[in-house]
């Protein structure tokens, strides 16, 4: 008899989901125990995300979407994302979360399950990321989505700011696995003056459907 696979978050939160749900072969918490209103830290590991690196890595379209043509530059459509980090690489997200299927190109490589994938999202975000980070992740002069990678709570990170102040503010970040627990445990004990709570799928994509 086949065994069934079940994958799970590198994250654990405290709080346990009040409302979660099998897809994809991963357990999805879509809602967290008292998550309550934002600020919110929401996993998304779940989500498929691919590293694109090739020479010619203009001519490619990821989901149909062109590659942005800057290093820093984002596209999103369709609830895919795509960052340019430099002259040869790329970083494609699915924020819906749902599954999709690695291209047959040998320039894609999955990295779901090698990477954690955080959201903090709700009207401290930037107060709490300028608490781990000297990064500038509001800098006027970008339009959103932008991408800036570097030391995150001293881990190097894949850093999209999606909406700035002057909305909903939302970064989404991604590093090694290996750093869930002190990543989460940082950002959280950087939120908690702030009311940071843990929460579900469903609280990202109900900001994420409008720009969809």
């Not at 890595?57 to 149909?64: A, E, L, N, R, V």
Request: proline share 8%.
């Amino acid at each position: 008899m086949k065994k069934k696979i079940i994958k799970r978050s590198p994250v654990a939160f405290k709080q346990r989901p009040a409302k979660e749900e099998n897809r994809g072969h991963w357990v999805v918490a879509l809602e967290c125990e008292g998550e309550g209103n934002e600020p919110h830290l929401v996993d998304l590991s779940h989500c498929r995300r691919w590293d694109l690196q090739d020479g010619n890595i203009d001519t490619f379209k990821p989901m149909g979407l062109p590659v942005p043509g800057q290093p820093g530059s984002c596209v999103l459509s369709g609830g895919t994302l795509i960052n340019r980090m430099n002259n040869t690489q790329a970083a494609v997200w699915h924020l819906s979360g749902e599954p999709v299927a690695l291209p047959p190109e040998p320039a894609y490589t999955d990295v779901s399950d090698a990477t954690v994938f955080l959201a903090v999202m709700g009207i401290h975000t930037f107060d709490i990321a300028e608490k781990l980070t000297a990064l500038d992740l509001s800098d006027p002069t970008r339009t959103t989505p932008f991408l800036v990678q570097g030391p995150f709570s001293h881990v190097p990170c894949q850093i999209v700011v999606m909406a700035g102040k002057a909305e909903l503010p939302v970064i989404l970040i991604t590093c090694s696995r290996g750093y869930a627990h002190d990543m989460t445990d940082a950002i959280l004990h950087a939120g908690r003056e702030f009311g940071l709570q843990p929460a579900g799928e469903q609280a990202f994509k109900k900001w994420l459907v409008p720009l969809k």
